[in-house]
């Protein structure tokens, strides 16, 4: 069944370390992006990308970093830069936009818990 | 710039009752609307999707919307809520070729028994 996976599910940062976030996707499409969900925040962007080797910043991008070098692929590292990480990410992808409205399609996210 | 206001973050019906979620939003093209559910510890999964083919837009689990450019609307509709209906439920808007999603707060609704 084509879909995106996230992994893992729960994942536990260490004060001053750096972890990675699993999004992997066999829809075949173009973009990609990482949300990061707060309680009563709703859903906000933090990077997407709509090609491989390209993304660009989103709405809360400092203390966050990514990388798009397979088109299947798009992790994400939330740095020590990045000093309240604890929150519930999404990875989403959405094929092009043109004439069928940028739906996207979610993974089932990690949950991020600082120890 | 386009945006998204969802009126209030909770909303309680009874079982069998009428469901109704609001969402205005602020676009200055013609937008595309979507309404999103999202289960406890699950992404989220396309309810449905205005793209002005048809006003009133119907879609999955018996919800629909209707678009209401005059009031900028796109409230989402039940007629009977069902326990399995309860969850979060997001309002998102984007623009035609666009690559970006603007989503709302949430509303999460509570289906009382």
């Known amino acids: 069944d084509g879909g995106i996976t996230q992994s893992p599910k729960y994942l536990f940062r260490k004060e001053g370390q750096n972890v990675t976030l699993s999004c992997e996707q066999n829809?075949?499409?173009?973009?990609m992006y990482w949300y990061r969900q707060d309680p009563g925040q709703g859903l906000r962007l933090i990077y997407y990308?709509?090609?491989?080797?390209?993304?660009q910043k989103g709405d809360i991008a400092e203390g966050y970093s990514v990388s798009r070098e397979k088109k299947e692929s798009f992790p994400l590292t939330v740095t020590s830069a990045q000093k309240n990480p604890t929150a519930f990410y999404l990875c989403?992808?959405?094929?092009?936009?043109?004439?069928?409205?940028?739906?996207?399609?979610f993974g089932a996210g990690t949950r991020l818990s600082v120890l | 710039a386009q945006s998204v206001t969802q009126l209030g973050s909770h909303v309680s019906v009874s079982e069998g009752a009428l469901v109704l979620l609001r969402c205005n939003y602020s676009?200055?093209?013609?937008?595309?609307l979507f309404w999103y559910v999202q289960y406890p510890n699950q992404g989220l999964q396309l309810l449905l999707k205005y793209t002005s083919a048809a006003t009133l837009v119907k879609g999955i689990n018996g919800f629909e919307a209707e678009f209401k450019k005059s009031e900028t609307s796109f409230h989402l509709t039940k007629p009977s809520a069902h326990m399995s209906d309860a969850a979060e439920y997001f309002c998102a808007v984007s623009e035609s070729g666009g690559f970006k999603t603007i989503f709302g707060a949430g509303t999460r609704l509570f289906v009382k028994a």
């Open positions: 676009s200055s093209v013609p937008p595309y």
């Open positions: 829809l075949n499409h173009d973009a």
């Open positions: 990308s709509q090609i491989v080797n390209d993304f």
């Open positions: 989403a992808s959405s094929p092009p936009g043109t004439g069928i409205g940028n739906i996207q399609y």
